[in-house]
């Protein structure tokens, strides 16, 4: 049996195609390269970018944002007790960036204790800091309800408060 048949076979036979070009076989470590490189600049932007971000630009001095929020305390009507625990909480996180403390975690008692055994505060500022910190419980605590010019006293205590610890020097930052 004739596995050809007649009629599929041209009647011309074709041309013999010429031969492939074999390329360098190096011809690709170029782009290989290239490929890395861009690889490697893209993964260092990415951690250039990630580090730059965990660094917070140095924000307003502490000082400065309290008087911030005590001027806006002073614009707030309302139940004293929630005037008075504003302007503790205020005073107390600007002695905690002034001074590295923790006050937010600390008890009154606490940071008191903390504020005697240092050197952070003279004796007449530590007693100011004493009685606005002891008047803001009362009313936060036992209930006490402040009039309206005990109000205007404890925000002149908070003021003049950060004004007198407003340049005085940070403790060093244990690391």
């Known amino acids: 049996m004739n596995a050809?048949?007649?009629?599929?076979?041209?009647?011309k036979l074709l041309d013999?195609?010429?031969p492939i070009e074999n390329s360098d076989p190096?011809?690709?470590?170029?782009w290989a390269f290239a490929l890395a490189?861009?690889?490697?600049?893209?993964?260092?932007?990415?951690l250039w970018v990630y580090r730059?971000?965990?660094?917070?630009?140095?924000?307003?001095?502490?000082?400065?944002?309290?008087?911030?929020?005590?001027?806006?305390?002073?614009?707030l009507t309302g139940e004293p007790a929630t005037v008075c625990a504003l302007l503790?909480?205020?005073?107390?996180?600007?002695?905690a960036e002034?001074?590295?403390?923790?006050a937010s975690e600390r008890t009154t008692d606490e940071i008191l204790d903390h504020l005697r055994t240092s050197t952070l505060l003279n004796k007449e500022e530590l007693g100011l800091a004493e009685d606005f910190l002891r008047e803001c419980d009362d009313a936060k605590f036992?209930?006490?309800?402040?009039?309206?010019?005990?109000?205007?006293?404890?925000h002149e205590m908070a003021d003049r408060l950060v004004h007198v610890t407003a340049f005085k020097p940070a403790p060093p930052r244990s690391t």
């Open 37 to 46: 490189v861009l690889l490697a600049l893209l993964v260092a932007g990415l």
């Open 98 to 102: 002034k001074f590295s403390l923790q």
């Open 88 to 95: 503790s909480d205020t005073i107390r996180v600007y002695l």
């Open 16 to 18: 013999i195609k010429p």
């Open 26 to 30: 190096w011809s690709w470590l170029p």
């Open 4 to 11: 050809t048949h007649p009629s599929a076979v041209p009647a």
């Open 142 to 154: 036992a209930g006490t309800n402040p009039s309206g010019k005990d109000m205007a006293k404890l």
């Open 52 to 75: 730059r971000t965990g660094e917070t630009p140095p924000g307003e001095p502490p000082h400065i944002e309290a008087m911030r929020k005590l001027s806006e305390c002073k614009k």
